[in-house]
């Protein structure tokens, strides 16, 4: 969980956390002023601290290698304002599973209706926008890629250098930039969110930022697919392993790490895992 300033949130997001689908629990702090540590902490949750607000780039960081430094196969990332519902977390988990992709996202598009479940129109608008060059971009489908309610598996973290990437909230895209130069998958299930007071959401004017530094990233992944220019997210990181399962890598049950997120108003049934999308290369 990449907590900031989540007290008023971070309970009601906990106890929707499926505790038979999750074997820990990581909340990392971006130096909250308010109480956010101090309940992770009576919940029993790992919690990390940083000395000073880093980003939620930064923070994302922390949760994924403290995750992978406690042994998870698998992270979830839910942010504990509550806007996504952890309860779909064995959807996430049951696509890793049967399709052996690398990545499952849950998207807010697929999940139909994001605008009665309260998200401005400008954003609904500037998400289509965005989404439509990335796919280009990528030569894949997806319905979204903006949603912060994400599994990576441990192949997919260690295969790509996301301690290279920005700080701030482009991160979300510089990792799966890295990840479509490194041909590893991406499948999506659908979700609902809502949007109310404690949630958190960005600006129009961070925003706006945030649409043009996920433009200069499309650009800098064509350079590099084009041998032209390699940034320094594109250099680093380990190559893309076996999948588990696989005749390549050995067998055995995967442990699930939970690195926050928030609510939706649709619990959907835990017997009938939701459909995926896989983002296919032409």
């Not at 009576?42 to 939620?56: A, E, K, Q, S």
């Not at 979204?144 to 309610?149: R, T």
């Not at 990437?165 to 130069?181: K, R, W």
């Not at 998958?185 to 043009?212: K, M």
């Amino acid at each position: 969980m990449p907590a900031y300033n989540a007290a008023e949130t971070l309970e009601r997001t906990y106890a929707d956390v499926p505790k038979d689908h999750v074997d820990d629990v990581i909340l990392v702090d971006d130096a909250s002023r308010d109480r956010t540590v101090e309940i992770a902490r009576r919940l029993g949750l790992h919690v990390v601290v940083h000395p000073r607000n880093r980003g939620y780039g930064a923070n994302q960081k922390t949760c994924y290698r403290t995750a992978l430094d406690r042994g998870a196969d698998v992270v979830v990332m839910v942010h504990p304002d509550h806007q996504y519902d952890p309860r779909v977390i064995p959807d996430l988990l049951e696509t890793l599973r049967r399709t052996g992709c690398d990545a499952v996202f849950g998207s807010r598009m697929l999940g139909g209706r994001p605008i009665q479940g309260g998200m401005p129109k400008w954003k609904y608008l500037g998400n289509i926008l965005l989404t439509a060059i990335e796919n280009a971009t990528f030569l894949i489908y997806l319905t979204e890629y903006h949603s912060g309610f994400r599994a990576y598996t441990r192949r997919y973290l260690e295969a790509v250098d996301f301690e290279a990437n920005s700080d701030g909230f482009v991160f979300d895209t510089e990792i799966i930039a890295q990840g479509m130069a490194k041909r590893l998958t991406i499948r999506e299930i659908p979700i609902e969110t809502r949007y109310f007071d404690e949630a958190s959401q960005i600006a129009f004017g961070p925003s706006v930022q945030y649409g043009l530094e996920i433009l200069k990233t499309m650009g800098q992944y064509k350079l590099h697919e084009w041998g032209v220019f390699s940034s320094r997210i594109f250099r680093g990181g380990g190559r893309a392993v076996p999948i588990p399962g696989s005749a390549e890598a050995p067998s055995g049950d995967p442990r699930e790490a939970l690195a926050p997120a928030a609510r939706s108003r649709r619990s959907p049934d835990p017997q009938t895992p939701a459909e995926p999308r896989e983002a296919a290369r032409d």
